[in-house]
């Protein structure tokens, strides 16, 4: 069997497909998360950029170890490229400070709110569900909600559907964190910046983990 990529096929649903029909079940945990490794790899490439030195090796020594250490392991090296890439491509996109005066730091309450004010401008989900609430005037139902995603996308978009959900989560989450001034976890704030650009099924896997994140920092804070 040819060695195949995510990249070799028009849709994440084929690559899927190809993954089930062709890969023991054994191997289906790992070789999914080869694609997302490869799908890094093209990203870096897309930019113009060198795959790290340092994650090519890490994958070299990953390929010989065995399951379930060996898919374990490479996941947790696809959340750091992905933490990594996030934030190459967040300091690309931030105009250079020109002169040696350093910027102020802002607050955690500032940090918070530049983000939140970026997703309402940039991230048409997250934008949604903003104008919904001021629409609704913060008197929405969950049933109306539900209705009005399914008019807004169609029923069979459930990859889209479920983001502006996730969206209503973090902006929640967010507000939370604003009125606390609490610190966002390190390299949230550049992972979500750019959530919305990403495709499925890494914007729901980033999603999920970043969600998580925020809920542990809560959580945390509560105990502590």
Same mark, same amino acid.
């Given at each position: 069997?040819?060695k195949?990529t995510?990249s070799?096929?028009?849709?994440?649903?084929?690559?899927?497909s190809y993954?089930?029909?062709?890969?023991?079940?054994?191997?289906r945990?790992?070789e999914l998360?080869c694609?997302r490794?490869?799908?890094f790899?093209?990203?870096y490439?897309?930019r113009k950029?060198?795959?790290p030195?340092?994650?090519?090796m890490?994958?070299?020594?990953? %390929?010989?170890l065995?399951?379930?250490?060996?898919?374990n392991?490479?996941?947790?090296l696809?959340?750091r490229?992905?933490?990594?890439?996030?934030?190459?491509?967040?300091? %690309?996109?931030q105009?250079?400070?020109?002169?040696?005066e350093a910027?102020?730091p802002a607050s955690?309450?500032? %940090?918070?709110a530049?983000?939140f004010?970026h997703?309402a401008?940039k991230?048409?989900?997250?934008?949604?569900w903003?104008?919904?609430?001021?629409?609704?005037?913060g008197?929405?139902?969950?049933?109306g909600w539900?209705e009005?995603?399914?008019?807004?996308?169609?029923?069979?978009?459930?990859?889209?559907i479920?983001?502006?959900r996730?969206m209503? %989560?973090?902006?929640?989450?967010l507000?939370y964190?604003?009125?606390?001034n609490?610190?966002?976890?390190k390299y949230f704030f550049?992972?979500?910046?750019?959530l919305?650009y990403l495709?499925e099924?890494e914007?729901?896997?980033q999603?999920?983990?970043l969600?998580g994140t925020l809920?542990?920092?809560?959580?945390?804070?509560?105990?502590?």
């Amino acid at each position: 069997m040819d060695k195949k990529t995510p990249s070799d096929f028009n849709n994440h649903d084929d690559w899927l497909s190809y993954v089930r029909d062709n890969v023991p079940v054994a191997d289906r945990a790992y070789e999914l998360a080869c694609g997302r490794t490869e799908l890094f790899k093209n990203f870096y490439g897309v930019r113009k950029q060198a795959f790290p030195v340092e994650f090519s090796m890490e994958v070299e020594r990953i %390929q010989l170890l065995h399951d379930p250490e060996r898919t374990n392991e490479l996941e947790s090296l696809n959340e750091r490229i992905f933490a990594s890439l996030t934030e190459l491509l967040f300091n %690309q996109a931030q105009p250079r400070i020109i002169g040696a005066e350093a910027a102020v730091p802002a607050s955690p309450r500032e %940090q918070v709110a530049e983000l939140f004010d970026h997703l309402a401008k940039k991230n048409a989900y997250f934008a949604l569900w903003l104008a919904y609430e001021e629409a609704t005037g913060g008197n929405s139902n969950a049933e109306g909600w539900e209705e009005y995603l399914r008019r807004e996308f169609g029923p069979d978009s459930k990859d889209d559907i479920s983001f502006t959900r996730a969206m209503v %989560q973090l902006g929640k989450l967010l507000r939370y964190f604003r009125d606390k001034n609490l610190p966002l976890p390190k390299y949230f704030f550049e992972r979500t910046w750019f959530l919305h650009y990403l495709k499925e099924p890494e914007r729901a896997l980033q999603t999920r983990a970043l969600l998580g994140t925020l809920a542990a920092e809560i959580e945390g804070c509560a105990s502590a």
